[in-house]
């Protein structure tokens, strides 16, 4: 018998009608969670649980994208998902055309996102509090992934865009964490056309708000100091704060340099100081 997710590629009808009829969707991310336009379902089929990406509704006038834009960063997110494999990644399963667009089929993840909203982010309840109180070994167990993660993306080609901690499902048991949502990665460098970027200011780096600035690998090494930062320190380059060694802290202090000449030149080079850092 087949497998309404797994083993269809095409499908003729409504997503959500098609969905419901497929199993029970026992959650859905739209615009009360998302402001993207996206429309994401968590969905159960026996004992299998998926989560299923799509594009949203065609008419949905509310998103910042139209819907031709949302369906070109899903198809983006194939391409990228097809260059580079990495455990922190999430397994995505089949794509599934339709008259709205792709669905792309991942396998469901259990956690919570760190990315909490700036009114919410102080609250030492919420998960990005929750995750910043980890001990710092295991802070710098997941830094590694990330920066390993980007690592190979640059070598595949791609640049990272709208990186943040939003892009991150962390669950505290078992301890895991999974990346995800990286639609707006692309191929690189280029250059930036629209001034204001999208993302977080708290993972930005100053190219990213010029116009016409180059944004390559070099944006990227910014992106992950910062990273850094949010999680080991108080998002600032204020040693005092920082909860990692002497040693990591100045790689951290190169790679978040305002001008780029003097940040790392590749992210396979800050990973490499990152490296001989960590085990000083």
Same mark, same amino acid.
């Given at each position: 018998m087949s497998h309404p997710l797994l083993d269809r590629n095409v499908i003729d009808q409504d997503i959500e009608q098609y969905l419901r009829s497929a199993g029970d969707i026992f959650t859905e991310f739209g615009d009360l969670t998302r402001d993207s336009g996206n429309i994401s379902y968590g969905l159960r089929i026996g004992e299998q649980r998926f989560f299923v990406k799509t594009a949203g509704h065609p008419d949905d006038p509310k998103p910042m994208l139209n819907h031709a834009d949302r369906v070109a960063l899903l198809r983006n997110a194939i391409q990228r998902n097809r260059a580079v494999n990495y455990s922190a990644l999430p397994k995505l399963n089949n794509v599934i055309e339709s008259p709205a667009g792709p669905l792309l089929v991942y396998e469901w993840m259990e956690g919570e996102l760190p990315g909490t909203p700036a009114k919410y982010r102080e609250d030492s309840a919420c998960a990005f509090q929750r995750f910043r109180r980890l001990p710092t070994s295991t802070i710098l167990k997941f830094l590694d992934s990330i920066f390993e993660l980007h690592e190979r993306i640059a070598e595949a080609g791609w640049i990272a865009l709208d990186f943040y901690d939003g892009c991150l499902i962390y669950n505290f048991l078992p301890d895991n964490l999974i990346v995800m949502d990286l639609d707006m990665y692309r191929q690189g460098p280029f250059h930036n056309?629209?001034?204001?970027?999208?993302?977080? @200011?708290?993972?930005?780096?100053?190219?990213?708000?010029? +116009?016409?600035? /180059?944004? %390559?690998?070099? @944006?990227?090494?910014?992106?992950?100091?910062?990273?850094? +930062?949010?999680? /080991?320190? %108080?998002?600032?380059?204020n040693s005092d704060a920082f909860s990692g060694s002497r040693s990591l802290f100045e790689v951290i202090a190169r790679a978040c340099d305002p001008d780029r000449s003097q940040r790392y030149e590749s992210l396979a080079a800050f990973c490499r100081a990152w490296q001989d850092a960590r085990f000083l």
């Amino acid at each position: 018998m087949s497998h309404p997710l797994l083993d269809r590629n095409v499908i003729d009808q409504d997503i959500e009608q098609y969905l419901r009829s497929a199993g029970d969707i026992f959650t859905e991310f739209g615009d009360l969670t998302r402001d993207s336009g996206n429309i994401s379902y968590g969905l159960r089929i026996g004992e299998q649980r998926f989560f299923v990406k799509t594009a949203g509704h065609p008419d949905d006038p509310k998103p910042m994208l139209n819907h031709a834009d949302r369906v070109a960063l899903l198809r983006n997110a194939i391409q990228r998902n097809r260059a580079v494999n990495y455990s922190a990644l999430p397994k995505l399963n089949n794509v599934i055309e339709s008259p709205a667009g792709p669905l792309l089929v991942y396998e469901w993840m259990e956690g919570e996102l760190p990315g909490t909203p700036a009114k919410y982010r102080e609250d030492s309840a919420c998960a990005f509090q929750r995750f910043r109180r980890l001990p710092t070994s295991t802070i710098l167990k997941f830094l590694d992934s990330i920066f390993e993660l980007h690592e190979r993306i640059a070598e595949a080609g791609w640049i990272a865009l709208d990186f943040y901690d939003g892009c991150l499902i962390y669950n505290f048991l078992p301890d895991n964490l999974i990346v995800m949502d990286l639609d707006m990665y692309r191929q690189g460098p280029f250059h930036n056309e629209i001034g204001r970027m999208f993302g977080s @200011t708290r993972f930005m780096a100053p190219e990213e708000f010029e +116009l016409g600035a /180059l944004i %390559d690998q070099q @944006t990227n090494v910014f992106t992950m100091g910062r990273t850094a +930062l949010v999680f /080991l320190s %108080d998002g600032t380059l204020n040693s005092d704060a920082f909860s990692g060694s002497r040693s990591l802290f100045e790689v951290i202090a190169r790679a978040c340099d305002p001008d780029r000449s003097q940040r790392y030149e590749s992210l396979a080079a800050f990973c490499r100081a990152w490296q001989d850092a960590r085990f000083l």
